[in-house]
């Protein structure tokens, strides 16, 4: 969608907002009142969440299809948002995984995961750096996961990604925490968002429902604490209880734990 230069609202940029968390995000930050740039590959999903977004909230809604596994194409809609937006927040948000032997892996599969997972929060927060610079006070929220703290057999790539959003997020946090904009990274649960996921989560057995983190609370959850000045967040009691696992119990333990329990996903389809 061609947007107009818009320089008396400030907007909150979401990828991955078509659909799932990335689409409650929307939908949230548009119920506080702020304009929403949303960016995904599904153009029609798109056209749908702006028509309901504008009608419910009365906000400006702009939205760019792009895929995201494509550094150009990254590179295109950062310079468009930058001619045409002030920008006071980024939500990277998107972002593949899946369940799936290393060996028997599609290399494509892999890489999909790599590129959508490491380039845009990489690659749109640098990009759109000098804008959120030019607010009183911005922000960049980047959605990890609590995988980013365990190693994990049948995920492997996943939880390298994830772990790549984590640093990148703590790094930059400490690195522009004297400046205007404050870097937060959330770590959910497993969050049931589609039927593929709902259905690999109901295959991992009860630890995996017990760690679920609900969408719309882990949106609401995620916005406040990242207002109040939290950079590294976690939604609820058994959230944090995981995180806490993952930094005392030995890794070689806990590791074969977690790959014993995602092998469920594949010994049962």
């Given at each position: 969608m061609k947007a107009q230069p818009n320089t008396q609202r400030t907007f909150a940029v979401i990828t991955g907002a078509a659909g799932g968390l990335g689409r409650v995000y929307s939908r949230e930050l548009a119920r506080r009142g702020y304009g929403i740039v949303a960016i995904d590959s599904a153009a029609t999903e798109l056209k749908e969440l702006g028509k309901q977004l504008e009608a419910e909230f009365a906000v400006p809604f702009h939205y760019y299809k792009a895929d995201l596994r494509l550094e150009d194409e990254i590179r295109r809609v950062a310079q468009q948002?930058?001619?045409?937006?002030?920008?006071?927040?980024?939500?990277?948000?998107?972002?593949?995984?899946?369940?799936?032997?290393?060996?028997?892996?599609?290399?494509?599969?892999?890489?999909?995961?790599?590129?959508?997972?490491?380039?845009?929060v990489t690659i749109l927060t640098r990009a759109l750096l000098p804008n959120l610079m030019q607010r009183p006070r911005a922000y960049v929220l980047?959605?990890?996961?609590?995988?980013?703290?365990?190693?994990?057999?049948?995920?492997?790539?996943?939880?390298?990604?994830?772990?790549?959003?984590?640093?990148?997020?703590?790094?930059?946090?400490?690195?522009?925490r004297q400046t205007p904009v404050h870097v937060a990274v959330v770590h959910p649960g497993p969050m049931p968002t589609n039927p593929e996921i709902r259905s690999r989560i109901r295959k991992q057995g009860r630890l995996a429902r017990w760690a679920l983190s609900d969408p719309e609370k882990t949106v609401r959850v995620s916005l406040n604490k990242m207002f109040r000045g939290k950079s590294l967040i976690f939604i609820d009691w058994p959230n944090r209880i995981n995180w806490m696992l993952a930094r005392i119990a030995p890794e070689s333990v806990l590791a074969r734990f977690m790959t014993r329990v995602v092998r469920r996903e594949l010994e049962k389809e």
């Open positions: 948002i930058n001619e045409h937006f002030a920008v006071e927040i980024l939500v990277n948000n998107v972002g593949t995984g899946g369940t799936r032997a290393f060996e028997q892996a599609e290399m494509d599969y892999m890489l999909d995961i790599i590129r959508l997972n490491v380039m845009p980047n959605v990890g996961s609590l995988s980013a703290f365990t190693p994990n057999g049948y995920k492997t790539v996943y939880p390298a990604s994830k772990s790549f959003v984590h640093f990148l997020s703590r790094g930059l946090y400490f690195e522009l």
